[in-house]
């Protein structure tokens, strides 16, 4: 019997490299922003706008980004992107040439173009576990992905700190342009479909089919993509249980940018750290988020394994998670620094362990439309990208703290639980009707 290759391992890494990236790449304006408005005299309000500024044109390009990942394939569409987003990341670090309001503006429209090139990203990540893993491994192939966020604080915010500390905050763009760059080689080596990658064989490709992969939706044009209707449209949206989901990720959502925007401000201005010490420190919480990301999808996929249903499978953990990660709130009524960092772990685990909607994406998108559907996901739940930080720079300038802060961003995460709870239902892929 021919033992089966693991090349789909292979592929969930490169996943995992590129997302990673992804993160660092947003997460490059939170470490070199508070050096950067100290520099160019911004406030909170405008600081919060320029963090949102990555969210506006990430949320427009979703569908764009999904139906060309449908027509083109994900191997093509993500890589061309990813190397647009190194060269829109490097030119940042050139806006410390111009003045203030110069500044202001070509940062905000930089920002937007790096949202517009990671707009396919996740939808594209979606596609590739579907094509690439069955069902029972989807979980935790997702979750590897999508842990990928956390290990960026983990590894990029202390080296983003300490080139902010050494050398100023433009080098932070600078360098993380490079990797950018480098990334998008190593990507076209290593990513194909399943039926056309050189190294994998017949029992790999036989085992992901029988499980439930949908190995031609990672070709480079799977048939019966090339378009999408309008009725298809309208039966996606006219499900509840998406709409569930999607609702649930933009709440979840709003946990996520508040870590990876004004989590730092949070540490320098209300708790008083340096910029070095807060990039740092602001990668404690993210090793709990890490390794909460990857416990969530195992938990998940064991539960399955064991016989529960889909739905209580991928549920129980979104739910535990959220929970979690309201704990955030007791932030407000401590001092001790080393306490509140083991509080926002706490936080950050929650919001990793329960952070499956990629999982139940591909779960649940129609065959015909999974980088159109991961695009829609991704289109609601990436509007807290705007929101969050705008909503935080408004209530730190109107209340001059961020005890508000924290209530909204735990009431968000408490959003997740009862989405789940009293509006997804159970989880099943769609299957649509034909349009005539």
């Known amino acids: 019997m021919l033992k089966r290759t693991h090349v789909r391992f292979g592929i969930v890494s490169m996943l995992f490299i590129m ?108 596609r590739i576990v579907a094509a690439w893993f069955p069902t029972a491994e989807r979980g935790t192939a997702s979750a590897i992905f999508n842990s990928a966020q956390y290990f960026a604080t983990v590894l990029f915010a202390p080296l983003m700190g300490w080139i902010t500390y050494s050398f100023g905050w433009q080098y932070v763009f600078w360098v993380m342009g490079v990797l950018g760059f480098l990334s998008v080689v190593l990507w076209w080596k290593v990513v194909y479909g399943p039926a056309e990658h050189p190294r994998i064989n017949a029992a790999e490709l036989e085992y992901i089919k029988e499980g439930g992969a949908l190995v031609d939706a990672g070709s480079n044009r799977a048939p019966g993509t090339q378009s999408v209707q ?83 499978s991928r549920k129980a953990p979104i739910v535990a998670g959220m929970l979690m990660s309201t704990v955030m709130i007791a932030c407000n009524y401590v001092n001790v620094e080393a306490l509140v960092v083991a509080i926002m772990a706490l936080s950050f685990f929650g919001k990793g362990f329960g952070a499956l909607g990629w999982a139940v994406v591909s779960d649940t998108s129609p065959k015909e439309m999974l980088g159109f559907a991961g695009g829609m996901f991704n289109f609601i739940g990436s509007i807290s990208a705007v929101t969050t930080p705008i909503a935080i720079g408004y209530i730190v300038q109107r209340t001059g703290s961020f005890h508000n802060a924290l209530v909204f961003v735990a009431a968000n995460a408490l959003g997740t639980v009862l989405s789940y709870l009293l509006i997804v239902g159970e989880i099943k892929r769609v299957e649509l009707k034909p349009c005539s």
């Not at 160019?40 to 764009?64: D, E, H, N, R």
């Not at 030119?91 to 429209?109: C, E, K, N, P, T």
């Open 19 to 126: 997302t990673a990236l992804n993160y660092a790449d947003r997460a490059t304006i939170a470490i070199a922003g508070p050096a950067m408005a100290k520099n160019l005299g911004l406030g909170p309000t405008t600081m919060g706008y320029i963090f949102s500024a990555f969210g506006w044109t990430y949320v427009i390009g979703q569908l764009p980004g999904g139906w060309l990942l449908d027509r083109f394939g994900a191997r093509k569409v993500y890589g061309r992107a990813s190397l647009i987003r190194a060269a829109f990341t490097s030119l940042q670090g050139l806006v410390v040439y111009l003045g203030a309001s110069a500044a202001v503006a070509v940062l905000f429209i930089l920002r937007m173009m790096v949202g517009l090139a990671e707009a396919p990203a996740f939808p594209g990540n979606s």
């Open 230 to 312: 309008w009725r298809q449209v309208k039966q996606l949206l006219g499900s509840r249980m998406l709409i569930g989901v999607y609702l649930g990720q933009y709440c979840l959502n709003a946990v996520t940018y508040f870590f990876l925007t004004w989590f730092p401000a949070y540490l320098v201005q209300a708790r008083g750290m340096s910029i070095l010490k807060a990039g740092f420190v602001a990668s404690a919480p993210a090793v709990c988020g890490f390794a909460g990301g990857i416990l969530g999808g195992m938990a998940s996929d064991y539960l399955l394994r064991k016989g529960c249903s889909l739905t209580l």
